[in-house]
């Protein structure tokens, strides 16, 4: 079954820092990726990659999720994505888990990247369970979106070294590296038409158009 797409309209929904937001935009500037952002959402006022998006003249819209149920929050996130055409949801360190109303409006056209190498460490703080667990190696993984905590069908990986020594902020900062390179690159395969489900497999090829 083949992944997505329609159109080369991204929604990107995020909370804080956007620095893996930021990396897809210049992607894109760059001529690298064929895409267009056309609206970023934030949960959260305050969120740099809210003002990023803004300083780069994108779409943006603050959706709060604070004091609403998890529906009444996706409704109205859903609504502004398919106002403004968007094909592929790409979550970019967004702290919230997405409910089934929204899985469902877009089936199998969210990405989210999670620094772990998946299955391993999901959840919060993935880099800490991971230098706390004693890898050698961890990374970070693209994963389709469903209703699990990151369950989703993967991607993309990309591994990165534990080093004796590191901190958090040490393997953090490797691994934010690798997420930079593997996002967009997911996303574009993607928007190619070159990858279909087998299965949880998701095998990539040429386009599957
Ligand atoms: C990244 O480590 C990403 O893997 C995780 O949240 C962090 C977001 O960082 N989901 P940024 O906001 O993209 O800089």
Not at 7 to 24: E, H, M, P, T, V
């Amino acid at each position: 079954m083949k992944i997505v797409s329609g159109n080369r309209q991204l929604g990107i929904l995020l909370s804080g820092r956007g620095s893996n937001f930021a990396a897809i935009a210049d992607r894109i500037a760059a001529g690298a990726l064929d895409a267009e952002i056309a609206l970023v959402i934030s949960d959260q006022e305050s969120a740099p990659g809210l003002a990023e998006a803004r300083r780069r003249g994108l779409e943006t819209a603050f959706v709060p999720s604070a004091g609403r149920s998890r529906e009444s929050f996706d409704r109205a996130a859903v609504e502004r994505l398919q106002e403004h055409g968007v094909s592929l949801v790409c979550l970019a360190g967004f702290m919230r888990i997405l409910g089934p109303f929204f899985v469902r409006a877009f089936p199998m056209a969210i990405l989210n990247i999670h620094p772990s190498l998946l299955p391993a460490f999901p959840g919060l703080d993935a880099q800490k369970q991971a230098l706390e667990h004693g890898v050698r190696f961890s990374g970070c993984t693209v994963h389709l979106v469903d209703e699990s905590l990151d369950g989703g069908p993967i991607v993309s990986q990309a591994v990165v070294p534990v080093l004796d020594g590191d901190s958090v902020d040490d393997l953090s900062a490797r691994i934010l590296d690798a997420e930079h390179q593997i996002y967009s690159d997911a996303i574009g395969r993607i928007l190619d038409g070159r990858c279909a489900l087998d299965g949880r497999r998701v095998r990539v090829g040429d386009s599957h158009e």
